[in-house]
């Protein structure tokens, strides 16, 4: 369930550091940290998204309350949510990068995903008229060398 996670700090400690961290996920794209982080950040993230997909001035504004630079709002709002408009959720991926070397806590990276621009495709190939068929010119035919036969 997200949001259930303590993360060993208090609670206004806990939301400033999500708040900060989502906030260079949206800025940079991708992010390092613990895994236990990670999934955190992912849901709260993702949240964002969906607030800059709607477009509203509410949403706006509650994404302002949320992300500490007015910037990133802009960012999200007028280049990252139209990206993902086709798109129902799941705007990140978490790549797990193994161990810390100082206290083994399992590490991971957070990065938004690239969704390329999908193209509506055409409705139907137009055929091009078809042109009067030139008569097959034949090629000649080759004779196999006749043997000589000794006298």
């Given at each position: 369930m997200?949001?259930?996670r303590k993360?060993?700090?208090?609670?206004?400690h806990?939301?400033?550091?999500?708040r900060?961290?989502?906030?260079?996920l949206?800025?940079?794209?991708?992010?390092?940290?613990t895994l236990?982080?990670?999934?955190?950040v992912?849901?709260m993230?993702e949240?964002?998204i969906?607030l800059?997909k709607?477009?509203?001035?509410?949403s706006?504004?509650a994404?302002l309350?949320?992300?500490?630079k007015?910037d990133?709002?802009?960012?999200?709002?007028n280049?990252?949510?139209?990206?993902y408009?086709?798109?129902?959720?799941?705007y990140?991926?978490?790549f797990?990068?193994?161990a810390?070397r100082?206290?083994?806590?399992?590490?991971a990276?957070?990065?938004?995903?690239?969704?390329?621009?999908?193209?509506k495709p055409?409705?139907?190939?137009?055929?091009?008229?078809?042109a009067?068929?030139?008569?097959?010119v034949?090629?000649?035919?080759?004779?196999?060398?006749?043997e000589e036969t000794?006298?």
């Open positions: 997200p949001g259930s993360l060993g700090r208090t609670t206004a806990r939301k400033a550091m999500l900060g961290m989502v906030t260079l949206l800025e940079n794209g991708q992010i390092e940290t236990t982080r990670a999934k955190e992912r849901s993230a949240k964002m969906t800059g709607k477009n509203t001035l509410a706006r504004r994404a309350a949320y992300i500490t007015e990133v709002v802009s960012k999200l709002f280049e990252i949510a139209p990206t408009e086709n798109r129902n959720g799941g990140t991926q978490i797990k990068l193994g810390r100082g206290d083994a806590a399992e590490m990276i957070v990065k938004l995903i690239k969704d390329a621009p999908v193209e055409a409705e139907k190939p137009v055929e091009a008229p078809k009067e068929e030139a008569p097959a034949e090629a000649p035919a080759v004779e196999a060398p006749a000794a006298e």
